[in-house]
């Protein structure tokens, strides 16, 4: 999308509470990486037209997906993992300010070692994979097993900044290179993906929707 329409379809987006602001306001402060707003609406126009009742979130950062998606969805309940310390201590601190977050359980910890602990709540109606990118294959194997019959999957971050697009040699940074190259490889194992119908929306930084077959 370019800068035009990107601000465009921003300034479209209705304004958010006060809390959702001060946490919109204290990423962009700190480098916190959270869904845009072009990106956030779209995820939660989806979960509208799904329904979940029980939304698994890998990667919370601060919180602040996981919030949206309650107050977009009254009826639902949400799990949502995440490893930085830092991080934890802040998305715990705007749960405990909004009655939001009697609906969001934040388990702590690497999501590639919290499967258990996730499988005591049973099976999910959606999961939402916004995480380490590198590990995206890894994610979507570990927890798609949990998800229920016709469930939905939601994956952000698949297009990395226009990135897979372009010729790997023009890309300095040997990490970011092996990064792209693990991106582009999950998005080709899961178009191909026997389970699932998988359609990949350049919205926002990239959101692969994958439907359970």
Same mark, same amino acid.
């Given at each position: 999308?370019?800068?035009?329409?990107?601000?465009?379809?921003? !300034?479209?987006?209705? +304004? $958010?509470?006060? @809390?959702? %602001?001060?946490?919109? #306001?204290?990423?962009? &402060?700190?480098?916190?990486?959270?869904?845009?707003?072009?990106?956030?609406?779209?995820?939660?126009?989806?979960?509208?037209?799904?329904?979940?009742?029980?939304?698994?979130?890998?990667?919370?950062?601060?919180?602040?997906?996981?919030?949206?998606?309650?107050?977009?969805?009254?009826?639902?309940?949400?799990?949502?993992?995440?490893?930085?310390?830092?991080?934890?201590?802040?998305?715990?601190?705007?749960?405990?300010? !909004?009655?939001?977050? +009697? $609906?969001?359980? @934040?388990? %702590?910890?690497?999501? #590639?070692?919290?499967? &258990?602990?996730?499988?005591?709540?049973?099976?999910?109606?959606?999961?939402?994979?916004d995480a380490a990118k590198g590990q995206y294959r890894k994610f979507f194997e570990l927890y798609s097993p949990l998800l229920s019959a016709h469930g939905l999957i939601i994956t952000d971050n698949v297009l990395y900044k226009g990135l897979v697009a372009m010729d790997e040699k023009v890309?300095?940074?040997?990490?970011?290179?092996?990064?792209?190259?693990?991106?582009?490889?999950?998005?080709?194992?899961?178009?191909?993906?026997?389970?699932?119908?998988?359609?990949?929306?350049?919205?926002?930084?990239?959101?692969?929707?994958?439907?359970?077959?």
């Open positions: 999308m370019n800068q035009e329409m990107e601000s465009y379809l921003t !300034s479209l987006v209705t +304004e $958010r509470n006060a @809390l959702f %602001t001060e946490m919109e #306001l204290y990423a962009s &402060e700190h480098g916190v990486p959270i869904m845009d707003l072009i990106g956030m609406e779209a995820l939660l126009q989806l979960l509208r037209l799904h329904r979940p009742k029980k939304i698994l979130e890998v990667g919370s950062a601060i919180g602040y997906s996981a919030l949206r998606m309650a107050h977009a969805l009254p009826e639902s309940s949400i799990v949502t993992l995440e490893r930085d310390e830092e991080r934890i201590e802040k998305a715990r601190h705007y749960f405990q300010r !909004s009655e939001l977050g +009697e $609906r969001i359980v @934040l388990l %702590t910890g690497d999501a #590639l070692e919290l499967q &258990e602990k996730v499988e005591e709540y049973g099976q999910f109606d959606a999961i939402f994979i890309i300095d940074q040997r990490r970011i290179r092996s990064l792209v190259r693990k991106i582009r490889e999950f998005n080709v194992w899961l178009s191909e993906h026997p389970d699932y119908h998988t359609t990949i929306l350049p919205i926002g930084d990239g959101v692969a929707i994958s439907l359970k077959k």
